[in-house]
């Protein structure tokens, strides 16, 4: 690999992603990194693949050091970019709820768990793209991964059941009954919205299945015109519903399930997030 390839660009993309939450810093560091390695004398360079992959992850991490900052100001709950991408290999890795787990990582070891859980890299692989020591890369990973297991979601459904469940809340939001949706909902379900002080929304997540099931049916009487559609996708590597309205993207719905019914439902609203995946689908924010 001389040139990197589209689809070469698009692991580096994915890789970035995991470790930021974001389409738009990730392609702006694939697009720092491709720049730099044009410009690059190459011919030591024998391994072209894992010199971008050690590229794009210290970018990446530094780009997370500073976000993190923006993170913890951010206004009200703050959730990983809609991330389209239809035939992903690894899709519990991009989830909505795994990637929030990430969060609870520093950057560093963020990019440890993501290069070895997702690239299968070992810990003198890591320890060689994060220039730091084989023993510092085994402790990153052993404290990476219990953090984890302290927050792990509590279920992650197979794809078919998960499209079901999704299937029956649109359903459920066509009925206008609040006992039909209150049927797909978990009794503790959550209902987050993202907006980043951007676009209207519950300043607060909304719990509990009555609450919710009142709160979605409000959203979708509200919105419910004739100019106003529901398009479902593959979002974060599950089925999701991006919300448009006159062709402009107003809303990413994205949902986590306990195997029989929803337990989350993580709404997108700022339109800065929206921004990649509307660009990607041909719409506008």
Same mark, same amino acid.
């Given at each position: 690999?001389?040139?990197?390839?589209?689809?070469?660009?698009q692991?580096?993309?994915?890789?970035?992603?995991?470790?930021?939450?974001?389409?738009?810093?990730?392609?702006?560091?694939?697009?720092?990194?491709?720049?730099?390695?044009?410009?690059l004398?190459?011919?030591?360079?024998?391994?072209?693949?894992?010199?971008?992959?050690?590229?794009?992850?210290?970018?990446?991490?530094?780009?997370?050091?500073?976000?993190?900052?923006?993170?913890?100001?951010y206004?009200g709950?703050?959730m990983?970019?809609?991330?389209?991408?239809?035939?992903?290999?690894?899709?519990?890795?991009?989830? *909505? #709820?795994?990637?929030?787990?990430?969060?609870?990582?520093?950057? &560093?070891?963020?990019?440890?768990?993501?290069? !070895? /859980? $997702?690239?299968?890299?070992?810990?003198?692989?890591?320890?060689?793209?994060?220039?730091?020591?084989?023993?510092?890369?085994?402790?990153l990973?052993?404290?990476?991964?219990?953090?984890?297991?302290?927050?792990?979601?509590?279920?992650?459904?197979?794809?078919?059941?998960?499209?079901?469940?999704?299937?029956?809340?649109?359903?459920?939001?066509?009925?206008?009954?609040?006992?039909?949706?209150?049927?797909?909902?978990?009794?503790?379900? *959550? #209902?987050?919205?993202?907006?980043?002080?951007?676009?209207?929304? &519950?300043?607060?997540?909304?719990?509990?299945? !009555? /609450? $919710?099931?009142?709160?979605?049916?409000?959203l979708?009487?509200?919105?419910?015109?004739?100019?106003?559609?529901?398009?479902?996708?593959?979002?974060?590597?599950?089925s999701?519903?991006?919300?448009?309205?006159?062709g402009?993207?107003?809303?990413?719905?994205?949902?986590?399930?306990?195997?029989?019914?929803?337990?989350?439902?993580?709404?997108?609203?700022?339109?800065?997030?929206?921004?990649?995946?509307?660009?990607?689908?041909?719409?506008?924010?």
């Open positions: 690999m001389i040139e990197c390839d589209e689809r070469e660009r692991r580096l993309v994915g890789l970035a992603y995991r470790i930021l939450g974001s389409v738009a810093e990730a392609e702006d560091v694939v697009q720092d990194a491709l720049l730099r390695w044009r410009n004398d190459r011919s030591e360079i024998h391994n072209p693949a894992a010199f971008l992959t050690t590229m794009v992850t210290r970018l990446a991490v530094n780009v997370l050091t500073s976000a993190r900052v923006r993170r913890e100001t206004d709950p703050w990983p970019e809609p991330y389209f991408v239809p035939d992903e290999p690894d899709p519990d890795s991009i989830s *909505v #709820a795994f990637l929030v787990l990430l969060e609870s990582l520093t950057p &560093a070891e963020r990019a440890a768990l993501v290069l !070895a /859980r $997702v690239f299968d890299y070992s810990h003198e692989e890591i320890a060689n793209v994060l220039s730091i020591e084989v023993a510092a890369s085994r402790q990973l052993h404290r990476a991964r219990a953090k984890l297991a302290q927050r792990r979601p509590r279920f992650r459904t197979d794809p078919t059941t998960h499209a079901r469940l999704v299937g029956a809340f649109i359903a459920a939001c066509g009925s206008g009954d609040p006992q039909q949706m209150a049927a797909v909902l978990a009794d503790d379900v *959550v #209902a987050r919205t993202d907006h980043g002080g951007k676009a209207s929304a &519950a300043r607060k997540p909304v719990e509990g299945v !009555a /609450r $919710v099931a009142r709160f979605m049916l409000g979708v009487h509200k919105g419910g015109d004739a100019g106003t559609q529901a398009e479902l996708l593959p979002i974060n590597g599950a999701a519903i991006m919300v448009v309205r006159g402009i993207v107003i809303s990413v719905i994205t949902f986590e399930t306990d195997g029989e019914r929803l337990c989350e439902i993580n709404m997108v609203r700022n339109p800065d997030k929206l921004r990649p995946l509307a660009l990607a689908r041909g719409l506008q924010v």
